[in-house]
């Protein structure tokens, strides 16, 4: 997987992220009713991820298969590393950004102007623990679990991140203490994840696809021993824009809720096309460490059906930041969601 280096918004950021995107194939054609088949210009917009993954496909599809387009709109994903997914839609360098509804709720302290989500992409704590290979422990129990898990060096991901503070309530819940009990580290850079348990420096990893299908390929760990999607609903990454956004340009975000809508219930019809796009978009990716990406997402039913975030979706979320102590102020539903646009996709 290709990595960009974090770097503010700029017209070179632009032209070389164009560039990029040819190389590797770039977006499919649009259909042939779209705004830039009847020679309108499409409107664009920019939309952080903290790291090009297969749980964002919902995404690449509506870029691929012309779903923006057909909306009107022309969409780049910006890749930003470390926490600056959100803060480059605070500072204006993004127009929206994918990731947890905790992290928004982090940034709107003192905002005025905070995030608000507006679709559900990511409806599952999207995160498993893997074990360098061949030393997994023998039992699920929490009694095994505890007993694995303490001394050992885990990567728990970018402080502050889902993955790190999933990590960090299943330690607390287990009855260890994440500053004491076991080695936390916190690399920003989440493709950091196969190298450092493959090169000693972890015991343990938390990560996702495509990198549990890339460690499993290259030997490094066998199959995750812990999941955590089976919390249930759980609003892990969401899109989100600005109050203020919502407010003065309503309308282009009801064409990209449209478009991801839209690409949520086509991956659930056509896996064949979601297939192909997974490709597209992770080409270093052998056929079998595709499938199996694949093959994993719809068993553990990642995806939302229909871009919804419920009320309990975001509890759990919220929950985990309370639990772990990273987050403590109050919050409410209605201040960190807004579902008017999901809601008009289905008049």
């Not at 910006?78 to 997914?85: D, K, N, S, T, Y």
């Not at 940034?107 to 623990?129: T, W």
């Not at 023998?138 to 970018?158: D, M, T």
Request: glycine share 8%.
């Amino acid at each position: 997987m290709k990595k960009k280096n974090k770097v503010k918004l700029s017209a070179v950021l632009l032209l070389s992220s164009a560039i990029l995107l040819a190389g590797c194939g770039g977006n499919e054609a649009a259909e042939p009713d779209t705004a830039a088949a009847e020679g309108e210009s499409l409107k664009k917009l920019v939309i952080a991820e903290p790291l090009h993954y297969t749980g964002y496909l919902p995404l690449y599809v509506a870029q691929r298969e012309g779903y923006f387009a057909e909306e009107g709109l022309e969409v780049e994903m910006l890749q930003a590393a470390g926490g600056a997914h959100v803060t480059s839609v605070v500072s204006g360098d993004a127009w929206g950004v994918i990731g947890g509804p905790e992290s928004n709720a982090l940034a709107n302290i003192g905002n005025s102007d905070p995030i608000i989500s507006v679709s559900n992409v990511v409806n599952r704590a999207n995160v498993y623990l893997m074990a360098k290979k061949g030393t997994a422990p023998g039992g699920s129990s929490n009694e095994e679990l505890k007993a694995f898990l303490e001394g050992k060096k885990v990567n728990a991901g970018r402080h502050g991140g889902t993955p790190n503070l999933l990590t960090q309530y299943l330690l607390l819940k287990l009855g260890l203490d994440p500053q004491k009990d076991v080695q936390l580290l916190e690399p920003a850079d989440g493709s950091t994840v196969v190298a450092m348990v493959q090169q000693g420096a972890a015991d343990i990893a938390n990560g996702a696809e495509p990198q549990i299908s890339d460690g499993m390929e290259k030997g490094v760990w066998d199959e995750p021993f812990y999941k955590f999607h089976d919390m249930g609903d759980y609003a892990y990454s969401v899109l989100s824009v600005k109050q203020s956004t919502i407010e003065k340009d309503p309308e282009t975000v009801q064409k990209a809720v449209n478009a991801v809508v839209k690409a949520l219930k086509a991956i659930q019809e056509d896996q064949e096309m979601a297939m192909e796009v997974l490709k597209a978009e992770f080409p270093t990716l052998s056929d079998t460490a595709a499938q199996a990406a694949l093959d994993r997402a719809f068993e553990d039913q990642l995806w939302s059906p229909d871009g919804i975030i419920s009320e309990e979706a975001l509890d759990k979320d919220m929950n985990v930041m309370i639990k772990t102590g990273i987050y403590k102020g109050e919050y409410t539903y209605d201040s960190l969601v807004d579902m008017q646009f999901v809601n008009k996709t289905a008049e």
